[in-house]
């Protein structure tokens, strides 16, 4: 039963684009939704994550945006480089430690 | 600073056989944690330590899985025997504590023939 949904499953853009990844969840009690990057042969690194007291969070060109009521949030890449190519999970968890991981967005940014 | 370590990077072992993964957590992490991922998907939670302590082991197939980690520091993660179910990749995780932020090894790359 995954827990967290995530689309889409791949995405191509241009270099300069931008990037959204779209997750949902179901369980009320998540407090905590970061976004893991992974390169292969890699594990998955934190990239951002934001809590549910605040709508958006912003780190350089990476920005969650966060829907309480509708239990979504986003991920964009802003002025996507082909650096960013990777594979992209969301996650939630209750009390930070239980994540419970999306499918995964592989990104594949063209130059 | 280092990261976590994992050994070995590759595994190929014959379905039925046992084989063991290792795993070195970043230096004074407390909290340790072994996630299965399946291609293409994300990473599942396998069992949860803090110190030695094994506080979340509800998703370990306990039948042929198991795990130990002497002295709080690092970790086994045992199949036996295998199943051609079992190829994935096994990552390891620690934090300085609960709650903190996870820093994931490279993985263990599993293949069962």
């Known amino acids: 039963q995954q827990q967290v949904k995530q689309s889409p499953q791949s995405l191509i853009v241009q270099k300069g684009g931008i990037s959204i990844i779209n997750c949902a969840y179901e369980n009320t009690a998540f407090d905590y939704f970061p976004w893991y990057q992974q390169f292969p042969g890699k594990g998955p690194a934190l990239l951002i994550a934001?809590?549910?007291?605040?709508s958006e969070k912003k780190e350089g060109r990476f920005t969650i945006s966060f829907n309480k009521s509708a239990k979504q949030f986003s991920l964009h890449i802003m002025d996507s480089q082909p650096g960013d190519s990777a594979t992209y999970f969301c996650a939630a968890s209750r009390d930070d430690y239980k994540l419970s991981f999306g499918a995964g967005t592989t990104v594949t940014v063209r130059a | 600073e280092a990261g976590v370590v994992q050994s070995p990077r590759y595994k190929i072992i014959e379905k039925k056989q046992p084989v063991a993964f290792w795993c070195n957590p970043i230096?004074?992490?407390?909290?340790l944690y072994w996630y299965l991922q399946n291609l293409g998907q994300g990473p599942e939670l396998l069992i949860r330590?803090?110190?030695?302590?094994?506080?979340?082991d509800s998703q370990l197939p306990k039948d042929r899985f198991s795990a130990e980690r002497l002295k709080g520091v690092d970790s086994t993660l045992k199949i036996q025997p295998a199943e051609l179910g079992d190829s994935a990749v096994y990552l390891c995780?620690?934090?300085?504590?609960?709650?903190?932020?996870?820093?994931f090894g490279p993985g263990t790359r599993l293949l069962v023939l």
């Open positions: 995780a620690s934090s300085l504590e609960r709650g903190q932020t996870q820093y």
């Open positions: 934001i809590r549910p007291d605040v």
């Open positions: 330590y803090e110190n030695e302590e094994a506080v979340d």
């Open positions: 230096s004074g992490h407390n909290t």
